[in-house]
């Protein structure tokens, strides 16, 4: 939520205030936009090639930029985080219920919650390179010496930006023969800039001034058209947010469940928004899915206590399924400076590689949504509380995650590098219930017929419960490598002790490289008792 100070409505966050002002409070919220300069980006993308967990989408025509496809081992994965978010979102308690609502909505839902007027970022155009950016992430500052200004610098938002400034700058400044002291920049957002500053300002990709559109709104939401018709009539909106399918569907819920205030309704779906700048592989893309839940609160309940609570929820599940506490944070995102209908917003950030970012947004929305669309379908959205025999328009608390993003922090928190026997070796350090194998199964020779035929009946069993990996080929320690860099936990090896002496195999632990021997029995408990 903390991305796009004119976005509307899921941005109530950081509505009027400006990136420059965000950024002078929170230099930690600054993405790298250049993976190629990022190593540790770059080794975790290439594993996700090498290993079929990532790729990019019509590869074979060049690509297709913001759009990703995922391989054998992503789509586990990110089922795996799907199911995990599920159980514990919606199984495990009593308050939750589930959604499953149509990608493609009447129009009238997007006029309604505002998206149709005012979801959009600012962007300009280079009319010499027609490259396009995000206004808010393209900044400038005049250049002063002496007092005089003479010329602008421009940067792209970068962790590097104010030093590539100031290099720009004084290049400048040499290429003028100015004399004289050089002011201390003062880099502001292109949307700040006056108009009379646009003609002046350079543009990133030429370097020179007198090419850039003055800043306009550009609406994210994928148009298409339904039905035969193909006028204005037939327009229709791929949607922004699984959210809005929620609050359309909440008197539906209602009227048909045993739901009490306070109850949620999750939903885990596809959302698609036409990024300008589409960024950091899978953290910003134009097609992606979300795992939303909208909280309906009593607008009399303690809200900043229910927020917390949800905030802590969130970041608990983050820690459960593997991500470390120390990699996390909250951005607050200031009181005096949310819309009318935001009563507070933090996102749970995560350290990526490229600098700290929002991660979960958790928005306290008030009843603006459901206020809305009672505005605009004219169908009561409001609710008859038993226990205090009132009705009244519920308020949402809403955690919003994205799968995507989740996937990317998982990845960047699974990387590891180590050494084993003097070798390298490259890890990643799922947590079990999230990898997407949980165990490989890896009879010591192929060529032994006794061997493969024991090892295939103890792997058919470890499958009835858990995804298992077959794997035959090859040294056992090459085999045990593969394992460990797609982050199976636990491998189990079939030897000659297994078929001619006690029937116990080998257990090797991913992290540890520890082996023990467990009997058949005992290894299915164990498996049981790690895998819930
Ligand atoms: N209903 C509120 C809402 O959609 P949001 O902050 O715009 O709020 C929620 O999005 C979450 O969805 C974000 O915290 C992020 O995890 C994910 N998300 C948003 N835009 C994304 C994009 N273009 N690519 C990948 N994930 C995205």
């Known amino acids: 939520m903390g991305r796009v100070p004119t976005r509307f409505p899921a941005q109530a966050s950081a509505e009027g205030l400006t990136r420059t002002e965000r950024l002078g409070m929170k230099t930690r919220l600054m993405a790298k936009s250049k993976t190629s300069q990022n190593p540790l980006m770059d080794a975790i993308v290439g594993l996700c090639k090498r290993r079929g967990f990532i790729f990019q989408s019509s590869e074979i025509y060049g690509?297709?930029?913001g759009f990703f496809d995922f391989?054998?081992?992503g789509v586990e994965l990110k089922k795996n985080l799907k199911d995990a978010w599920w159980e514990d979102m919606v199984h495990r308690r009593d308050d939750i219920e589930g959604l499953d609502s149509s990608i493609i909505m009447s129009p009238k839902i997007w006029e309604a919650s505002g998206h149709v007027g005012g979801f959009s970022d600012p962007m300009v155009d280079c009319k010499a390179s027609k490259m396009r950016y995000r206004a808010d992430q393209l900044?400038?500052?005049?250049?002063?010496?002496d007092n005089t200004t003479i010329g602008y610098v421009s940067v792209l938002e970068d962790q590097s930006m104010e030093a590539d400034a100031q290099a720009s700058a004084e290049k400048l400044k040499r290429k003028q023969g100015a004399q004289g002291e050089l002011a201390p920049l003062a880099l502001k957002e292109y949307t700040e800039a006056n108009p009379s500053e646009y003609e002046l300002i350079?543009?990133?990709a030429t370097g020179e001034p007198g090419s850039l559109t003055p800043p306009r709104d550009f609406n994210l939401m994928f148009e298409t058209k339904v039905g035969a018709l193909s006028d204005s009539t037939a327009i229709a909106y791929l949607r922004p947010e699984t959210a809005q399918?929620?609050?359309a569907n909440y008197k539906n819920v209602v009227d048909t469940g045993r739901v009490k205030i306070p109850f949620g309704i999750a939903q885990i779906g596809k959302a698609f928004r036409n990024e300008i700048t589409p960024r950091n592989f899978i953290f910003r893309s134009r097609e992606f899915e979300q795992m939303e839940m909208e909280y309906f609160i009593s607008p009399d309940a303690d809200w900043k206590a229910m927020h917390r609570e949800w905030i802590d929820w969130c970041k608990n599940w983050l820690i459960s399924i593997g991500l470390p506490e120390s990699m996390l944070g909250e951005d607050v995102h200031p009181q005096d400076k949310l819309s009318h209908y935001s009563r507070g917003t933090t996102d749970i950030t995560f350290q990526f590689p490229f600098g700290e970012q929002e991660l979960w947004g958790i928005a306290c929305r008030g009843d603006f949504d459901l206020s809305q669309h009672q505005k605009h379908s004219g169908k009561s959205m409001e609710i008859f509380d038993e226990s205090t025999k009132s009705k009244f328009i519920p308020h949402v608390i809403e955690p919003a995650l994205g799968v995507d993003r989740l996937l990317l922090a998982v990845l960047s928190a699974a990387f590891t590098e180590d050494e084993v026997g003097g070798e390298?070796?490259?890890l990643m350090k799922f947590h079990p219930r999230i990898a997407p194998y949980k165990?490989?199964?890896?009879?010591l020779l192929k060529n032994k017929p006794e061997l493969v035929e024991r090892a295939r009946e103890i792997y058919r069993k470890i499958q009835r419960k858990h995804t298992a990996f077959w794997d035959a080929s090859g040294a056992i320690g090459r085999r045990y490598r593969r394992m460990d860099e797609i982050g199976t936990p636990w491998c189990i090896t079939i030897d000659f002790d297994t078929i001619e002496k006690d029937g116990t195999v080998t257990l090797r632990d991913r992290d540890t490289t520890e082996q023990r021997r467990l009997s058949?029995?005992?290894?299915?408990?164990?498996?049981?008792?790690?895998?819930?």
């Open 63 to 65: 690509g297709y930029n």
């Open 71 to 73: 391989g054998p081992l």
């Open 139 to 145: 900044f400038y500052s005049p250049v002063i010496v």
């Open 202 to 204: 350079p543009s990133p």
């Open 245 to 247: 399918g929620i609050f």
């Open 424 to 426: 390298k070796r490259s």
């Open 439 to 443: 165990v490989a199964v890896l009879p």
């Open 520 to 532: 058949e029995e005992e290894l299915l408990a164990f498996l049981d008792d790690q895998l819930f």
